[in-house]
């Protein structure tokens, strides 16, 4: 049963940073894509962050050289790095493994979110 955990998420000032993590099990980042999602008050959600299980990243246009993907498969963990930090980046940010090949919005295995606010 593939569980994806994630945390680091919380309150933040805007420009400030996060770094959010995402636990998997069974291995599951060594060999699938790895997805950021979130979703705002309001709004759909939307895909800001992928890196495939060889390192290929892609990013949104509204996060590109602010955010940052990475992976550490020896703890089954992947990462978003999240700088420079504005009030739209306010969300519930969730992690998601999936087949390489495959779309991010395929079928996948997700997690249960970690809220992230940007305030002052």
């Known amino acids: 049963q593939v569980q994806l955990v994630e945390s680091g998420g919380g309150l933040v000032q805007p420009g400030g940073s996060l770094r959010l993590s995402c636990v998997g099990s069974?291995?599951?980042?060594?060999?699938?894509?790895a997805h950021w999602f979130r979703q705002a008050p309001g709004m759909e959600r939307e895909l800001v962050a992928s890196m495939s299980s060889a390192g290929s990243t892609f990013y949104a246009d509204s996060v590109k050289g602010r955010f940052a993907m990475s992976r550490d498969n020896a703890r089954n963990t992947v990462y978003l790095q999240m700088n420079s930090l504005n009030t739209l980046d306010t969300a519930v940010y969730y992690c998601?493994?999936?087949?390489?090949?495959?779309?991010?919005?395929?079928?996948?295995?997700w997690g249960q979110g970690t809220q992230v606010i940007v305030s002052s």
């Open positions: 069974d291995g599951i980042f060594s060999r699938n894509a």
């Open positions: 998601k493994a999936a087949e390489d090949a495959a779309s991010a919005y395929a079928f996948g295995y």
